[in-house]
């Protein structure tokens, strides 16, 4: 039997950095520098820059990262936040934490992204952040969105934790809403040796605040300006983040040839493929095939050693966790549709092409027997 493709395979990642990993972390180790400190510091210096803003704030995830900066613009009981229902379930979980209503807009078919001609329609008076996703690394359209945002006043903040890298009309995002937050989970195109987020923003008076919740809402040792977290980032984080940092960029390449090697490949299947919109250049932090069939192809991967993933299988607007928003199957179709068809394929900067030809090759071999 050929050779299995894994879904994701970290350890070929840290293979090729492992020597630098195992210093940055033993230099943590003998500077006790375990709760932020000084590599955490530096690289929220470095993540600041590469994202091309004023500044980075660590969090110990990207979930802590979104719920501060809802709280930074204010967001509390009675008010909602407009956001998509085709995400992972954090987007929702930071506007439920600061008790605030999420109000879903159907996402575009293309992208599977927030669609802005839905937008506007969901704002009402209670309307406190518009909250879009770069979905899969993809961004979002901005440039419609924040028209949006600026007609009605509204904050932007970007959902980036897939998205590291990611391009719109030629600028990373992550610097043109108001805030944007980033995760740095294991699996993510920049992850750390654990949980890991951060905050990004140009505004001075948000960062020193988002600095202050994060660590018990004080700035001064055991003095408390107001009720806060513990969401700080570990030291080893921040320090084999560091290490990581200076990859991204070509891992990222990578990640963008072999999605385009997949395209050339898989063109002439019935699966439908991710197409990057005129305005993007995709992190492709996943890549997301869609087919109406995708349960029994699923199983054809699984019988045949290929990994593959679903991102997602039922939008957010459907689980039993917001149950007492009172939505039913049909509020969101496009969302439904794309949970029902998704399917995320191997891609990593690791993947060699024989990988890439053989889950090819049993995804051909599925529609040869099955039609
Ligand atoms: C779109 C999206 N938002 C938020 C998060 C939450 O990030 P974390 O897992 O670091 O809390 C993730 C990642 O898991 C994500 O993919």
Redesign the pocket.
């Known amino acids: 039997m050929a050779d299995k493709v894994p879904y994701l395979d970290l350890p070929a990642q840290i293979r090729g950095i492992r020597k630098e990993i195992d210093a940055a972390i033993a230099r943590t180790i003998d500077n006790c520098s375990f709760c932020l400190g000084p590599d955490v510091a530096q690289f929220e210096k470095d993540f600041a820059r590469f994202i091309g803003a004023e500044h980075c704030v660590a969090f110990n995830?990207?979930?802590?990262?979104?719920h501060v900066a809802l709280l930074l613009l204010g967001v509390g009981p009675g008010d909602e936040v407009v956001t998509t229902p085709f995400?992972?379930v954090?987007?929702s979980?930071?506007i439920s934490y600061a008790g605030a209503k999420p109000v879903y807009v159907d996402v575009d078919d293309a992208t599977m992204n927030l669609d802005p001609k839905l937008l506007e329609r969901a704002i009402t008076p209670r309307t406190k952040v518009v909250l879009p996703?770069?979905?899969y690394g993809h961004p979002f359209d901005l440039d419609p969105i924040l028209a949006i945002c600026r007609k009605h006043k509204l904050p932007l903040v970007e959902?980036a934790?897939?998205a590291h890298g990611a391009k719109y009309k030629g600028r990373i995002v992550g610097a043109s809403g108001d805030i944007s937050?980033?995760?740095?989970?294991p699996g993510?195109n920049l992850g750390a040796c654990g949980?890991?987020?951060a905050l990004v923003t140009n505004n001075s008076a948000f960062a020193a605040r988002a600095r202050s919740l994060r660590e018990h809402g004080s700035t001064t040792r055991y003095y408390h300006d107001e009720v806060g977290f513990n969401y700080r980032m570990e030291g080893i984080q921040g320090a084999v983040l560091g290490v990581k940092l200076p990859h991204l960029q070509k891992w990222t390449d990578a990640r963008r040839r072999m999605a385009h090697r997949y395209h050339e490949l898989l063109r002439d299947t019935p699966l439908q493929l991710p197409r990057e919109a005129g305005y993007a250049e995709s992190a492709c932090?996943l890549y997301v095939v869609r087919h109406p069939r995708r349960d029994e192809l699923k199983k054809h991967l699984d019988d045949n050693g290929v990994g593959c993933a679903l991102h997602y299988p039922l939008p957010l607007h459907l689980q039993k966790c917001y149950a007492a928003l009172g939505h039913k199957p049909g509020d969101f179709p496009v969302a439904e549709k794309a949970a029902r068809e998704c399917l995320s394929l191997p891609i990593y900067p690791e993947l060699t092409d024989v990988q890439i030809r053989r889950v090819v090759e049993v995804i051909k071999g599925f529609f040869a027997t099955t039609g």
């Open positions: 995830s990207g979930t802590s990262a979104l995400t992972f954090a987007t979980w930071a996703v770069h979905l959902d934790c897939q937050c980033f995760s740095f989970y993510k949980e890991g987020g932090h």
